[in-house]
Every structure is written in C-alpha cells, then in structure tokens.
C-alpha cells in the first residue's frame, strides 16, 4: 500500500512514508496521528528538477497499517479506508488526506 506523507516533521515520516501503526483521518480530512517529530524539516523542493531527487522509502504492506476514516469520502467503508493508497499533503499544521473523493 502506497502511503506518502508530505509532513516531513512528523515523527512517523520516514523519507515521504508513514510508519505509523495506525491512521486515522477525521471528518475535516486531516490526520489526527500527526506528531512534530521537533526535528529541522529541510527544503526539498529546490531538489525535485536536479539529478538527486529525494528519496522515498519503501511502500508499505497493508497488512501492516490500519488506516480508519471519518470522512464522507468514496474510499470510506464502515469506517476503514480501502483505496490502494493515500496521500497526506503538507498544506496546514496537521497534514491533510488528498486522496479524498467525495461521495
């Protein structure tokens, strides 16, 4: 299962992949696991176009994580995510689910 998370300042973040034991997205999208890991998060976007990309750690088995939601998203069923994936963006303080559909 493929799980990206832009908020590199969570202490689950490890190279872009969430390695929480569990997920839970709230009603409002965000990621109610988010916790500031305190560390220095650095600029990759000035990397992104160069020969050195970032590197992204491997995907995830999803056997190993559980991701629970509380939206009102297609991928919601009886509260457990089922899409193959999710993205979590770097867009406020707690990091939102971008692959939300809405129903």
């Keep these: ?5 832009r908020k590199t300042g969570c ?6 992949t969430c390695k929480a034991k569990e997920i839970l997205i709230k009603k409002n999208l965000e990621c109610e696991k988010y916790e500031d890991s305190n560390r ?5 976007t000035k990397r992104i ?3 050195n990309p970032p590197k992204y ?13 509380n939206a009102h ?10 899409a193959n994936g999710i993205t ?3 867009i406020k303080e707690q990091p ?3 692959t939300f559909l809405r129903k």
């Design 11 to 16: 202490k689950f973040n490890d190279c872009y």
């Design 57 to 69: 750690a491997l995907q995830r088995s999803a056997s190993t994580i559980v991701i629970d939601c």
């Design 40 to 44: 220095p998060v650095e600029d990759k």
């Design 49 to 51: 176009f160069t020969e």
């Design 88 to 90: 979590l963006n770097d």
């Design 96 to 98: 939102l689910c971008v």
């Design 1 to 5: 299962m493929d799980i990206r998370c």
């Design 73 to 82: 998203c297609l991928f919601n069923c009886n509260g457990k995510c089922v």
